[in-house]
């Protein structure tokens, strides 16, 4: 079977579900309800590492529709995306990177996702005409590196990831290309059924720009001996991952979980680089998001039991004006710094506002 076979046998309608897990009469219809605004799709390699028996399972948590989604809270743009938007599929928000949108597709459609509003859907944001956007930031000459995202742009086939490395790879002023994914976590298969693709990657660090890979591992049972020879096959192939966590209620909000996923993640290679407050996300927002007071406290708590090697991350909000790190808590005043920012005079400004204890995004405070 090859990778594309294997994902037309993900799990995406209550039928295939409920040969995997029980689901109630009341349950089953509101996933039905959940599931006309917001796709369900599981790899069936996913599935395998949900605790069935745990209603509260984090696995499960990030992969299987919840009645919480129903609640309409948040937005479907926290970042200014639309706004940071240059044409179809092509976003500049910092001055050094861009950020092309290859495909609404994804290996599974993560409960917990920030561009929830177009993945799996119909959409214009999708990158339309490639040429125009290689064009674009051929004209760049500010922009030193891509990020290729989506969705998922590893579930491009390969002939597809070349054509884009290609036509990006000419540019002196890029420095190293970025591709944003999650499969390495929820579908390791595509990376280790495509040689083709290791050695495109590979070739194209040989022969023109760095590439890297920014993964999402949110918790240890992420890391298994599929996933962990997923990593190595990249690093095999002269990609280097990072790794993105997103702090999420009820799957990594405790420091030792946290802890032990950043450990583990040195361990086999991969690169602490954020822990993500997670986004004010409507259908997201109310079951994920942990107030900031105590994201911060957890990951205080979780740097005490690491390495220097292991808490190189940053704890990082993604706010419209810019990447915001959550520095420090004393005397009621919760104190912020940009690491990046839209308005490029405001990076690295320090900056502190009132604490409050429900408050889980710099607009509530
Ligand atoms: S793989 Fe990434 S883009 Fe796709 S649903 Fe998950 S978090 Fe969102």
């Known amino acids: 079977m090859t990778w594309q076979e294997e994902l037309r046998e993900n799990i995406c309608t209550i039928a295939q579900l409920k040969k995997h897990m029980d689901l109630s009469p009341e349950e089953e219809g509101q996933l039905r309800e959940i599931m006309r605004i917001h796709p369900m799709s599981i790899t069936l390699y996913y599935m395998s590492l949900i605790d069935i028996n745990n209603p509260d399972d984090p696995i499960r948590k990030m992969a299987v529709p919840s009645k919480e989604e129903l609640n309409a809270i948040g937005s479907y743009d926290t970042s200014g995306e639309r706004e940071n938007t240059k044409m179809p599929g092509l976003q500049h928000k910092y001055r050094q990177t861009a950020l092309i949108l290859a495909t609404n597709r994804c290996a599974m459609y993560c409960r917990h996702c920030f561009r929830k509003r177009l993945v799996g859907l119909p959409t214009a944001e999708i990158v339309r005409r490639f040429n125009d956007a290689v064009t674009y930031i051929g004209n760049h000459k500010e922009i030193n590196n891509v990020l290729i995202t989506g969705g998922d ?213």
């Not at 420095?175 to 495109?200: A, C, H, K, Q, S």
């Not at 706010?319 to 690295?348: P, T």
Request: hydrophobic residues 40%.
């Open 153 to 365: 742009p590893f579930v491009l086939s390969t002939k597809v990831i070349r054509q884009l490395l290609d036509k990006l790879s000419v540019f002196q002023h890029l420095d190293f290309i970025r591709f944003g994914t999650r499969i390495p976590v929820t579908f390791p298969n595509r990376i280790l059924e495509d040689e083709e693709l290791l050695t495109l990657l590979a070739n194209t660090t040989a022969n023109s720009k760095r590439v890297y890979v920014v993964t999402q591992f949110n918790h240890p049972r992420e890391i298994t001996p599929d996933s962990v020879a997923a990593v190595e096959s990249l690093i095999c192939s002269d990609v280097i991952v990072n790794n993105q966590t997103v702090l999420l209620d009820g799957v990594n909000d405790d420091p030792e979980t946290l802890a032990e996923l950043q450990n583990k993640l040195v361990g086999i290679g991969v690169n602490p680089y954020y822990v993500f407050q997670c986004r004010p996300v409507k259908r997201v927002k109310t079951h994920f998001q942990v107030p900031l007071y105590k994201g911060y406290e957890i990951v205080e708590d979780a740097k005490k039991l690491l390495n220097g090697h292991s808490k190189r991350f940053k704890y990082i909000m993604s706010h419209l004006s810019g990447k915001i790190e959550l520095v420090g808590i004393m005397d009621d005043y919760i104190y912020f710094k940009y690491h990046q920012a839209k308005d490029y005079d405001n990076i690295g400004k320090l900056f502190k506002k009132k604490l409050n204890t429900t408050a889980g995004w710099l607009d509530e405070l």
